[in-house]
C-alpha cells in the first residue's frame, strides 16, 4: 500500500510539468581485443519525466579554446523508466547525458527515479 502511495505521488510530480523525451543510448560490441567498440544507437522511448535547472550546479571547464560552462538538469522520471549513465537525451534545444542515476527505494523496491544530467559541448 505504501509503495503505490509514493508511486503516485512520484507521478503527480512529473504531471506537474511533463516533458516527453526519446533516450538515446549508445550500443556497444567486444572489438575481440578486451575492448568494445560503438556500433550505433538505440532510442529508448517516449518517456514522460520532468526536467528541472539545479540552479547551484553551473560546472566550468577549461580548455585550450577558453573557459565553459555546463548547466546541470535534474530529471524526475517514474519508478519504471529504462535510464542508465551516458544515455542521451535532447531538451530545450540542448542535448544532455545523464551523469547520474538514483533509484528512491522503500522496503526493497524501487518507487522513483531521479538523475542528473549536463549539457553535452
Same mark, same amino acid.
Given at each position: ?42 532510442? +529508448?522511448?517516449?518517456? #514522460? ?7 547551484? =550546479? &553551473?560546472?566550468?571547464?577549461?580548455? %585550450? ?33 545523464? +551523469?547520474?542515476?538514483? #533509484? ?7 518507487? =522513483? &527515479?531521479?538523475?542528473?544530467?549536463? %549539457?553535452?559541448?
Amino acid at each position: 500500500m505504501v509503495i503505490e502511495t509514493l508511486r503516485k505521488s512520484h507521478l503527480q510530480l512529473i504531471e506537474e510539468v511533463p516533458t516527453e523525451v526519446m533516450i538515446l543510448r549508445t550500443t556497444k560490441d567486444e572489438d575481440g581485443a578486451g575492448g568494445f567498440i560503438e556500433t550505433g544507437e538505440t532510442k +529508448i522511448g517516449p518517456i #514522460k519525466v520532468r526536467i528541472t535547472p539545479i540552479t547551484r =550546479a &553551473i560546472r566550468n571547464t577549461y580548455s %585550450e579554446a577558453g573557459e565553459t560552462t555546463k548547466e546541470q538538469w535534474q530529471i524526475f522520471a517514474p519508478y519504471d523508466a529504462d535510464i542508465r549513465q551516458k544515455d542521451r537525451l535532447e531538451y530545450e534545444d540542448k542535448e544532455l547525458e545523464i +551523469i547520474r542515476v538514483t #533509484k528512491r527505494w522503500y522496503r526493497g523496491e524501487v518507487y =522513483a &527515479i531521479q538523475c542528473e544530467a549536463e %549539457e553535452v559541448s
